[in-house]
Every structure is written in structure tokens, then in C-alpha cells.
T-cell receptor, first 115, second 111 residues
Framework: DAGVIQSPRHEVTEMGQEVTLRCKPISGHDYLFWYRQTMMRGLELLIYFNNNVPIDDSGMPEDRFSAKMPNASFSTLKIQPSEPRDSAVYFC?????????????FGPGTRLTVL | RKEVEQDPGPFNVPEGATVAFNCTYS??????FFWYRQDCRKEPKLLMSVYSSGNEDGRFTAQLNRASQYISLLIRDSKLSDSATYLC????????????FGKGTRLHILP
């Protein structure tokens, strides 16, 4: 299995631009999670999906952030417009049908820098 | 009190020594507990789940103390390759389900 795939691995953009991060979960996993990691705040859960349906988006910082999961094999996290404080590593993770609290498998992350 | 709290370290430990980390959590309804390991500039990976009765995996031992609301990780005979950040994870289900990662404890094993 290829594991969780994320793209791009690195993204540098200017303030005000739209940023789209992509994730392909492990095949057969029903849960998909988006996290953000910074030195100051650690790893924060932004949103998670179960069977392509958003379950909890209370971690999404503000309306500039949106996430979609149009099918079981693809999800996007969009930031529009981006701001310098959005600079972080964004991880996508998926877990098996055993449940929400099962082992999560993380992708390699997207390192986002907003200038 | 923070939902999940860890000593950030760093812990600088000589190779071969034993080292232990604690992690405290605030929600008494927490149901699942894990330790993840994160290498520098890499993604977190599951190290081990933490069961009520305690569990061991080779040189690693995890324990849960529900009364005092903390989990611990013990590493025996530490290796250079154990150098990493160790993240404590606590979750609970139900109507207010949540999963919380601690900020991690950095461990440096010294040759």
C-alpha cells in the first residue's frame, strides 16, 4: 500500500493567494483527518470526515478555510485568502473502519509558507 | 488545565539508559490513549496504544493511571534511533467526541 499521499509537499505563496492542499487516503479507510502543526500550537485537528461526510469542523480556524471530500479517495483543504499566520505543516491522516479512535496513518505533510 | 499536557523537554539521555515520560489529561471521560513518535520533519507514526492494564512492546512500556489521569511511556536500554519527539494522544467518543494530541516531548539519545 502506498500509504496516505499528500500534494504538494511544499508550497510557497504570497499573502492573499488561494492555496489548495490535496490528500489521498489509504484505500478502504473510512475516516480522514486534516491537521495543522506549528511549533507554538503543536498538532491541531482541523476537520475530519467519515464516509466522505464532514463530522466535526470545529477546529477550522475561520471561514477562510474549507475542506471537501468528493469521494472516498480524495480530499482537499483550501485556504482563501491565505495569510502569513497560516504558515505551518498540514497533515492528512486516515484510519480504518474500526473507528474514529483507531490508529491514524499520516501522510508526509504539506509544508506551507505564506509570505 | 490544558486538555493534554506533556513536558516538552528536551530529555538528553545517554545511550543505554532508561527514560520515562508522563502525559496528563483533563477529561475524565477519555477512552483511548496512544503514544505516537515523530521524527524531525516527518509525520507522526503510532508507537503503541495504551491499555488499562498496561502494555509492553519490546523495550517500550506504556501505562495508564485513570485515577490520576495520566499515561506514561518507559523506554529501556535506549538507542540512538530512539531520538525523536513523542506525542501523547487522548480521545473520547460520544456526542462531544474529540482527539487531542499533546505538543510532544523531545528525546535526544547521546552516544
Amino acid at each position: 500500500d502506498a500509504g496516505v499521499i499528500q500534494s504538494p509537499r511544499h508550497e510557497v505563496t504570497e499573502m492573499g493567494q488561494e492555496v489548495t492542499l490535496r490528500c489521498k487516503p489509504i484505500s478502504g479507510h473510512d475516516y480522514l483527518f486534516w491537521y495543522r502543526q506549528t511549533m507554538m500550537r503543536g498538532l491541531e485537528l482541523l476537520i475530519y470526515f467519515n464516509n466522505n461526510v464532514p463530522i466535526d469542523d470545529s477546529g477550522m480556524p475561520e471561514d477562510r478555510f474549507s475542506a471537501k471530500m468528493p469521494n472516498a479517495s480524495f480530499s482537499t483543504l483550501k485556504i482563501q485568502p491565505s495569510e502569513p499566520r497560516d504558515s505551518a505543516v498540514y497533515f492528512c491522516a486516515s484510519s480504518s473502519p474500526s473507528g474514529y479512535t483507531d490508529t491514524q496513518y499520516f501522510g508526509p505533510g504539506t509544508r506551507l509558507t505564506v509570505l | 488545565r490544558k486538555e493534554v499536557e506533556q513536558d516538552p523537554g528536551p530529555f538528553n539521555v545517554p545511550e543505554g539508559a532508561t527514560v520515562a515520560f508522563n502525559c496528563t489529561y483533563s477529561n475524565s471521560a477519555s477512552q483511548s490513549f496512544f503514544w505516537y513518535r515523530q521524527d524531525c520533519r516527518k509525520e507522526p507514526k503510532l508507537l503503541m496504544s495504551v491499555y488499562s492494564s498496561g502494555n509492553e512492546d519490546g523495550r517500550f512500556t506504556a501505562q495508564l493511571n485513570r485515577a490520576s489521569q495520566y499515561i506514561s511511556l518507559l523506554i529501556r536500554d535506549s538507542k540512538l534511533s530512539d531520538s525523536a519527539t513523542y506525542l501523547c494522544v487522548v480521545s473520547w467518543g460520544g456526542r462531544d467526541d474529540k482527539i487531542i494530541f499533546g505538543k510532544g516531548t523531545r528525546l535526544h539519545i547521546l552516544p
